[in-house]
T-cell receptor, first 116, second 114 residues
Framework: GAVVSQHPSWVICKSGTSVKIECRSLDFQATTMFWYRQFPKQSLMLMATSNEGSKATYEQGVEKDKFLINHASLTLSTLTVTSAHPEDSSFYIC????????????FGEGSRLTVL | EDQVTQSPEALRLQEGESSSLNCSYTVSGLRGLFWYRQDPGKGPEFLFTLYSAGEEKEKERLKATLTKKESFLHITAPKPEDSATYLCAVQARSGEAGYQKVTFGTGTKLQVIP
């Protein structure tokens, strides 16, 4: 149980294009989903928190208009990187918190974004 | 501000050589401490949750303990397949009511040599 699927696992795009990453909780309903960014040899940096049906809460320094988050249902959240630039290249990981468990987060496999 | 510090940054062990990883934390209103394992290019894999000082959890060769200021992840007789980065995270209540933030440490990269 507590499986989180993230897609795509890697994507290469041209500068200026937009990229959408999906995060699904496969066997549980996620009250809250989180989006993280991870640079090489660094820890996870929280970008935003999203609750189903409401606007995402962004961390300080994260551009809301650049990283669009939609949490349309209890099992799906999407992150859209708009007008991507090379500095947006990174490893993006989503996580979900279940209603049933004690608050631990379950992570997707991550999405490697490379912007040319 | 919540802080999580892990040590050492990297640890190299011979197969069978037991050791411990440390996670020190400073938070207001701890709601839970989590341990994760992360392999290169993958998302973190959940290992344990600890809620209160004195609590212990075990899973195969891993044992996690918690005090009021730190947590240890003990690895007994490690094998090469235990090589990974181990992340510690704390969940605490932020200023906004009902919003519980999770803060991660920078991890300990463990390498177990055959």
């Amino acid at each position: 149980g507590a499986v989180v699927s993230q897609h795509p696992s890697w994507v290469i795009c041209k500068s200026g294009t937009s990229v959408k990453i999906e995060c699904r909780s496969l066997d549980f309903q996620a009250t809250t989903m989180f989006w993280y960014r991870q640079f090489p040899k660094q820890s996870l940096m929280l970008m935003a928190t999203s609750n189903e049906g409401s606007k995402a809460t962004y961390e300080q320094g994260v551009e809301k208009d650049k990283f669009l988050i939609n949490h349309a249902s209890l099992t799906l959240s999407t992150l859209t990187v708009t007008s991507a630039h090379p500095e947006d290249s990174s490893f993006y990981i989503c996580s979900a918190r279940s209603r049933r468990t004690g608050g631990e987060l379950f992570f997707g496999e991550g999405s490697r974004l490379t912007v040319l | 501000e919540d802080q999580v510090t892990q040590s050492p940054e990297a640890l190299r062990l011979q197969e069978g050589e037991s050791s411990s990883l440390n996670c020190s934390y400073t938070v207001s209103g701890l709601r839970g401490l989590f341990w994760y394992r992360q392999d290169p290019g993958k998302g973190p894999e959940f290992l344990f949750t600890l809620y209160s000082a004195g609590e212990e959890k075990e899973k195969e060769r891993l044992k996690a303990t918690l005090t009021k200021k730190e947590s240890f992840l003990h690895i007994t007789a490690p094998k090469p397949e235990d090589s990974a980065t181990y992340l510690c995270a704390v969940q605490a209540r932020s200023g906004e009511a009902g919003y519980q933030k999770v803060t991660f440490g920078t991890g300990t990269k463990l390498q177990v040599i055959p």
